[in-house]
């Protein structure tokens, strides 16, 4: 994360839910809106990830919306099927 001023904000705001002063869901919502709207945000390249990171984190399970979800075990299946891959080819080359 390159932008100073969102990981200040979000420490402040990871203050906020644990004193249980304000929504984990709002925190995503408040850092999604930064990222759209700040040009040090909009060039980092690894922010998706880390933001997605501390999405996971801070959200219950029940609350990550559906599509969030669905890709990530879209994800999930495909890497599966890549590893599923690699050993049929390892399989291969031993017989």
Not at 36 to 52: F, G, R, S, T, Y
Not at 65 to 75: D, G, L, S, T, W
């Amino acid at each position: 994360m390159q932008c100073e001023r969102l990981i200040k904000q979000i420490k402040a705001w990871y203050i906020h839910v644990s004193n249980e002063t304000m929504a984990p869901a709002r925190m995503v919502s408040f850092i999604q809106k930064h990222a759209a709207d700040c040009d040090i945000c909009k060039e980092d390249p690894d922010l998706q990830d880390e933001i997605e990171k501390i999405t996971e984190m801070i959200l219950p399970e029940s609350k990550i919306p559906k599509a969030v979800r669905m890709q990530q075990e879209q994800a999930e299946m495909e890497q599966r099927a890549a590893a599923n891959e690699d050993v049929s080819e390892i399989a291969g080359d031993i017989e």
